[in-house]
């Protein structure tokens, strides 16, 4: 038994007949996964929380492991299901935190492009005052020939 996250860059050979007999995919957790995993771990079927634990899982990407580990650390129902609404909000906190850096990364990779842009733009008019004063005193030189 092998897990990876990028079966597409296996090579062929493993993933023939007789190497791997079952390919399974492992998605995120569910609320349907949950109350599984609550079952199993807790032998609880329903419960006040867990409405409210659903919601956090629908918004947050937790993978059935997490969720098994954080049920694992206490035996007390209650205790484990706030447990895990903890658990469910640092993660929801973790991943606005991420996103406003990302944007913030955007922002920034965005203002360096407007920059270089600009001073690509500054350059290019530079050049182009260079050349046209190159080409007057050019044009001068050749009026002030004619003249002799």
Same mark, same amino acid.
């Given at each position: ?22 390919? %399974? ?10 109350? %599984? ?19 956090? %899982? ?25 447990? %895990? ?64």
């Amino acid at each position: 038994m092998f897990t990876t996250n990028y079966k597409d860059k296996l090579d062929p050979a493993l993933l023939r007949p007789g190497r791997m007999d079952m390919h %399974i995919h492992m998605s995120y957790c569910t609320p349907c996964g949950f109350k %599984i995993l609550a079952s199993n771990y807790l032998n609880v079927k329903n419960h006040s929380l867990f409405s409210q634990i659903e919601e956090l %899982i629908m918004e947050v990407e937790v993978t059935p492991a997490e969720v098994a580990e954080e049920l694992m650390k206490n035996e007390d129902v209650d205790t484990a299901l706030t447990g %895990i609404i903890g658990f469910l909000e640092r993660k929801k906190g973790m991943k606005r935190k991420q996103s406003g850096v990302e944007e913030q990364k955007v922002g920034d990779e965005n203002q360096e492009e407007n920059d270089k842009k600009n001073e690509s733009q500054e350059m290019e008019e530079k050049c182009e005052k260079r050349k046209v004063k190159r080409n007057k005193r050019k044009m001068a030189r050749r009026a002030k020939g004619r003249k002799q």
